[in-house]
């Protein structure tokens, strides 16, 4: 049997999510419980973590590029989105009749190339910040996103036509459930490919062992900077969605190196180099601190402890599964491990023990 | 001139704060090569450890409200928090840090990064999220000597940090502990086969730089009386820069990066680029490490293949 070319099945497959996804986004405003707008946002920061936890999981999972600044690709993606819409796209859609054809499609189209913009803006820092990533390596790479990310923020704070530290509000909320996840599934679905494509290949090469991915023709410095524009990219497109969200105001103070942090605890926990482990620990990790509100009403005092366990249980977690939930491996690749038990697997499993301690 | 110089001592003050967090940062690091990003916090738990010492000492010295300022109190609240910050590295690295010893690096980061996060929201919850106020220590006075005016405090938070860090440069380079420490950094098995308690070593590094961040957290206290639970947040940022820029593994390196850190911040401050003072730390950081990728005084290593 002959099979169709990738590009075809990908279109196929991406046309049934879009499918599924109108008929969910359909269904969820549709349903009539009290507090669905509530459930319905937690939903959409999901979607938006999982983006940013899958791009980031290209960056540090896959290329093993050691990436801090999440949360700077994220802020460029959001205020340049943000700012288009605001000053240019969104007092021309309001001049359009509130509700027809032509509105909807413009609000959507604009929509749409404003966070494809606030993408690329984010995919040229990305590649500013991926050109040290040729000298650096490990921690000292570390700090030097983690500063990139800190100065985006000071800057930001400073420029007076988005709102310095006030914040910016007033943005058109035209995000919603379709777009954050139309998102979502695009990242799982580069993401996939990317890791079964020949640049994949190189990036773990690189990740495994840089010296001899160069020594076998890999091109370090090029797959890099790539993993960085790639990660970048999608990181400022989930930032372009997350402004356009209800309540649409953004603010200098989101975007600080907690963010980051927030995304790298996502990506580690769904263990290094898995997608399905991302996208599983964006979810567990977006749910943890709404789940524990709920703690609240057992403490006096009115003191709200869910970050308190929410951190408790981030170390016992990695306490527990260092290597991550799913280690390296994909959701399918350890659900079918339980059947058949092959041999590699076990060896997969001592492999993550025995990385050396100290190097 | 008066104001160059009034920048360069309010730099060298506040860079002798972020030298000392620097420094414990920098030696976990040498060891471990574990960026501990709770480090930070413990400062901060060492100035919420000195403001609640300063009231139980006015409790059990009988006095009502603010405790009396005296050099006996300072003793006694630093003494208390050097003591409850070292319990808490020590137990720090036994729960959270030494069962990862065998795991991928990047397990104990984000273990650190759970315990940063620990620390913040548990101080919010325990201590309260509004800032405090630290207690008077000792007299507020000024001195003014050759046209440029300072307090006292200023040159007590530079005379302590100094003591404290030439005490730490005589541990690490003058005693046999030193040696061991130093001895784990530069190879870690091959320090274990030649009969040096590893274990023991790392605690109490833990033990020393938990100290150190005490002992800022409360020259902080003493010198900006404003203490939250997020206070250790920029401070232990910076303090990391610094410990970079100065190579990071290297103790004098810590020391100079976290003056130079300082500094920088002071005349920046006082410049008309003073919107941008938390961005310029790590601007600096990226234009040094790109001409010498392993900070100031880090020693480059060939990779091995």
């Known amino acids: 049997m002959t099979r169709l070319p990738w590009w075809i099945r990908d279109l196929i497959y991406l046309a049934v999510g879009v499918a599924i996804l109108i008929g969910l986004s359909y269904g969820l405003t549709a349903i009539p419980i009290t507090g669905i707008a509530y459930y319905n946002r937690i939903l959409v920061i999901m979607g938006i973590n999982i983006t940013l936890a899958v791009s980031l999981n290209i960056i540090n999972g896959h290329a093993g590029q050691f990436s801090l600044g999440h949360a700077g690709f994220m802020a460029i993606g959001a205020y340049f989105a943000a700012f288009l819409t605001l000053y240019y796209f969104g007092p021309w859609v309001d001049k359009m009749p509130e509700g027809s054809t032509q509105h909807w499609i413009a609000q959507n189209g604009l929509l749409l190339v404003a966070v494809l913009l606030g993408g690329l803006l984010a995919a040229i820092a990305g590649y500013l910040v991926g050109l040290p990533s040729l000298r650096l390596r490990g921690d000292y790479l570390a700090i030097v996103t983690l500063g990139f990310g800190e100065i985006i923020r000071v800057v930001i704070l400073n420029v007076e036509k988005i709102g310095a530290a006030r914040g910016l509000s007033g943005i058109p909320p035209w995000s919603n459930f379709f777009w954050v996840f139309f998102f979502a599934a695009l990242t799982v679905l580069i993401s996939n490919r990317l890791v079964n494509s020949s640049v994949g290949r190189a990036f773990l090469a690189i990740r495994e062992d840089e010296i001899a991915a160069e020594a076998m023709g890999v091109d370090a410095t090029r797959y890099k900077v790539k993993a960085f524009i790639i990660g970048s990219f999608l990181a400022g497109a989930a930032g372009g969605l997350f402004a356009h969200y209800t309540p649409a105001y953004l603010n200098p103070t989101m975007f600080t190196f907690i963010k980051s942090f927030e995304v790298i605890a996502m990506v580690v926990l769904g263990g290094l180099g898995s997608i399905s482990g991302s996208v599983l620990a964006a979810v567990i990790l977006t749910f943890l601190p709404e789940g524990l509100r709920m703690v609240k009403d057992y403490i006096p005092g009115g003191k709200d402890p869910r970050m308190v366990i929410y951190s408790i249980m981030l170390i016992v977690l990695m306490l527990t599964r260092p290597q991550g939930l799913l280690g390296r491996r994909e959701l399918w690749e350890v659900l079918r491990k339980r059947k058949d038990a092959p041999v590699k697997d076990a060896v997969d499993e001592d492999e993550e023990k025995a990385s050396p301690p100290i190097q | ?305």
């Open chain 2, 1 to 305: 001139m008066q104001t160059i110089l009034q920048n360069l001592l309010n730099g060298i003050a506040a860079g002798a704060i972020y030298a000392l967090i620097a420094l414990g940062y920098t030696m976990v690091y040498g060891i471990l090569k574990l960026i501990n990003f709770a480090h930070g916090d413990v400062f901060m738990l060492g100035s919420f450890m000195g403001f609640y010492s300063a009231r139980w000492y006015a409790k059990l010295t009988h006095q009502a409200g603010a405790p009396e300022p005296s050099w006996v109190m300072a003793a006694v609240i630093l003494l208390f928090a050097m003591i409850a910050c070292g319990l808490f590295g020590f137990l720090n690295e036994r729960i959270a840090y030494r069962p990862l010893r065998n795991a991928p690096r990047i397990a104990s980061l984000i273990t650190a990064i759970g315990v940063s996060f620990l620390l913040e929201y548990g101080g919010q919850f325990v201590f309260g999220p509004d800032p405090k106020f630290f207690p008077t220590l000792v007299d507020k006075h000024l001195i003014t000597f050759g046209g440029i005016t300072t307090t006292n405090y200023q040159l007590i938070v530079l005379v302590v940090a100094l003591a404290f860090m030439a005490l730490l440069q005589y541990i690490v380079y003058g005693t046999k502990f030193g040696r061991a420490m130093r001895a784990v950094s530069y190879n870690f098995e091959t320090a274990s086969l030649m009969g040096i308690p590893t274990d023991r070593v790392i605690s109490t590094t833990f033990v020393l730089g938990s100290v150190l961040a005490a002992v800022a957290g409360i020259l902080y206290g003493l010198a900006y009386p404003k203490i939250d639970p997020l206070m250790g947040v920029m401070p232990g940022l910076k303090a990391f820069v610094a410990a970079v820029l100065g190579g990071i593994g290297n103790v004098p390196g810590a020391m100079v990066g976290g003056l130079l850190i300082g500094l920088i911040e002071a005349f920046v401050g006082g410049s008309s680029f003073s919107n941008y003072r938390d961005a310029i730390a790590f601007i600096i950081l990226i234009v040094i490490l790109l001409f010498r990728p392993s900070g100031l005084f880090g020693k480059y290593q060939a990779e091995k293949v």
